[in-house]
């Protein structure tokens, strides 16, 4: 079946700083997407890529689908307090569309 | 917000019996899916489905069944409740397309099997 590994697990960096996290795929996407979850609540779409190669920019975030298609990472420059969450990262397959999840980077900030 | 509702939020059954648990959808989008969250395993799907009375199995569906009479609703079945399928369960929609395939989430119920 699809896998996606992500990484890190857990994150605990210092306000201001960049952070930085990927995922990567033993199969072939036509479709990365990257999710934002806090305590509580479901996830919530962040940024969503469509091409190999593709780079896209969400305020302080930046995320990029892999030229091989079975990557993709999502980076997060100058980090505040309230980017504290779980960050996951979800494929859509090529032969369908059930969409499969990593299993979260938790990010903390401390300020 | 996307039009999801989950219900019930939280619910405590006992081993043995059985649950349903309903998202409905306002948005008239096709694809609904079923996850489990669980820690240290992020979301896992359960069943999918891309249509009234279509659904499929996702990875982890052994113990559930789904239904999917209606466009807007997407009941999902626990026959037989066991102390592993303690969780929180998300319900998500999409409606696919060529330039878009984002899936929006529900809430979330806690579910607890005791």
């Known amino acids: 079946g699809q896998q996606l590994n992500q990484s890190p697990q857990s994150m605990f960096i210092q306000e201001g700083e960049d952070v930085s996290m990927n995922c990567t795929s033993s199969?072939?996407?036509?479709?990365w997407l990257w999710y934002k979850q806090e305590p509580g609540e479901g996830p919530v779409l962040l940024i969503a890529?469509?091409?190999?190669?593709e780079l896209t920019s969400n305020g302080r975030l930046t995320a990029q689908f892999g030229i091989t298609r079975k990557d993709s990472f999502l980076n997060i420059s100058a980090s505040i307090p309230s980017d504290v969450g779980i960050y996951f990262c979800a494929g859509q397959g090529v032969w369908n569309n059930d969409m499969r999840f990593g299993a979260g980077t938790r990010l903390t900030v401390k300020p | 917000d996307a039009g999801i509702t989950q219900s019930p939020r939280h619910k405590v059954t006992e081993t043995g019996t059985p649950v349903t648990l309903r998202c409905h959808q306002t948005?008239?989008?096709?694809?609904m899916y079923w996850y489990r969250q669980d820690p240290g395993h992020g979301l896992r799907l359960i069943h999918y489905s891309y249509g009234v009375k279509d659904t499929d199995k996702g990875e982890v569906s052994d113990g559930y069944s789904v239904s999917r009479s209606k466009t807007e609703d997407f009941l999902l079945t626990l026959e037989s409740a066991t102390s592993s399928q303690t969780s929180v369960y998300f319900c998500?929609?999409?409606?696919?397309?060529?330039?878009?395939?984002?899936?929006?989430f529900g809430q979330g119920t806690r579910l607890t099997v005791v």
């Open positions: 890529l469509y091409k190999a190669g």
């Open positions: 199969s072939i996407f036509n479709t």
């Open positions: 998500a929609i999409s409606e696919p397309g060529q330039l878009n395939t984002e899936a929006f």
């Open positions: 948005e008239n989008h096709r694809y």
